[in-house]
Nanobody, 126 residues
Framework: QVHLVESGGGLVQAGGSLRLSCAAS????????MGWFRQAPGKERDFVAA????????AYADSVKGRFTISRDNAKNTAYLQMSSLKLEDTDVYYC???????????????????WGRGTQVTVSS
């Protein structure tokens, strides 16, 4: 039973772009908010972006605002994270997660998410 699978990570030069995808299966996707987080080895998992179940509300960490865009396609059970103007400090493992409840809006709190993917590595080089 696969729940969330991230893809699209890789090696990119600083200033470049990547689009991450998060495909959901085996769980209900529509009706739940989604989030993207990132984590470096030995560090806490940090909030990147979140989107409400209908896609009308989004939220971003200050460090990525204006550079990253979160979106979703409920018909495809997939969430996306478009990353542009990538910086060296964006290097991390990126995880997508599904909100624990059907509450409206967005959340930057990892504890409010129940299903998590295994992550996809994003490496930004100089």
């Amino acid at each position: 039973q696969v729940h969330l699978v991230e893809s699209g990570g890789g090696l990119v030069q600083a200033g470049g772009s990547l689009r991450l995808s998060c495909a959901a299966s085996g769980i209900t996707f529509s009706g739940y908010g989604m989030g993207w987080f990132r984590q470096a080895p030995g560090k806490e998992r940090d909030f990147v972006a979140a989107i409400s179940w209908g896609g009308r509300s989004t939220a971003y960490a200050d460090s990525v605002k204006g550079r990253f865009t979160i979106s979703r396609d409920n018909a495809k059970n997939t969430a996306y994270l478009q990353m542009s103007s990538l910086k060296l400090e964006d290097t991390d493992v990126y995880y997508c997660a599904r909100r624990r409840t059907t509450i409206s809006g967005t959340s930057s709190d990892p504890s409010e998410y129940d299903y998590w993917g295994r992550g996809t590595q994003v490496t930004v080089s100089s």
